[in-house]
């Protein structure tokens, strides 16, 4: 059980699993830098929390719901989570609602800019959210969706046991970060072209350069071999 005071963010989740080092260097050393991408997709988020929670005959909906859970040490805020009212009572992947009469089975739904696409940090992210309303409803939740913003289209997400494990391992890898307090040296990636904080990290500078030690020895090594021969 971890303590408020421990909460990381439901977003970090994305960061861990892109590079360790962005990671650290938005959680700690508080570093971010909007790109186009990062700039829509605030955008998109914004306006899923604009509206307030609203039912549909059977279905509520509910937009920007806090989200936490002591056992993970996670918070975060739900772009959008259906409750679907049930027929059956004895349905166990139903939760009450204060105010509600019958079960609900919850289903959160994160949304992304961009096209229908397979991201496992995505999936994550969407799963550490399932894992914080099981927690707080005292239900499973099964399956959620991703919402990708180009296309308006719907991924469904089924949490198996595969991606509870991933979700689990990349919290407790954002916990050990935390406790460490050290950022990851760079290692330049091609995937590094197309990170918002490149320009802060400088992976083609730092993570190409060699260090003093390696460029001495190597100096030293053909200035021998200049002399012997």
């Known amino acids: 059980m971890y303590s408020e005071n421990d909460f990381v963010p439901i977003s970090i989740l994305q960061h861990i699993l892109f590079c360790e080092r962005r990671a650290a260097l938005v959680l700690l050393e508080n570093l971010w830098d909007d790109n186009i991408s990062t700039a829509e997709g605030t955008v998109l ?16 909906v509910a937009r920007g719901l806090w989200l936490r859970s ?15 009212l ?6 166990k992947l139903g939760a009450r609602l204060t105010g509600k009469e019958g ?21 994550v992210q969407l799963c550490a959210q399932a894992l914080c309303l099981e927690e707080m409803l ?11 913003g180009k296309t308006r289209r719907r991924k469904e997400i089924k949490f198996d046991k595969l991606l509870r494990d991933q ?16 950022t990851p040296r760079v290692q330049y990636q091609k995937k590094c ?32 071999d200049e002399a012997s021969s």
Not at 140 to 147: I, Q, T
């Open 193 to 224: 072209d197309f990170c918002s904080l490149s320009s802060q990290c400088l992976p083609k500078v730092t993570g190409t350069q060699r260090s003093v030690a390696r460029y001495l020895v190597q100096a030293y090594k053909e200035q021998g």
């Open 45 to 60: 988020h914004e306006r899923a929390h604009q509206a307030e929670t609203d039912s549909r005959g059977t279905l509520i």
């Open 167 to 182: 979700t689990k391992s990349a919290v407790l890898k954002v916990h050990e970060l935390l406790k460490s307090g050290v």
């Open 70 to 84: 002591f056992w993970l040490g996670l918070c975060g805020k739900a772009d959008v989570v259906e409750f679907q």
């Open 86 to 91: 049930l027929n059956d009572e004895a349905d």
């Open 103 to 123: 079960l609900y089975r919850p289903f959160p739904v994160e949304y992304k800019r961009g096209h229908l696409r397979s991201e496992k940090s995505f999936e």
């Open 138 to 148: 005292d239900t499973e939740v099964v399956a959620g969706a991703l919402y990708y």
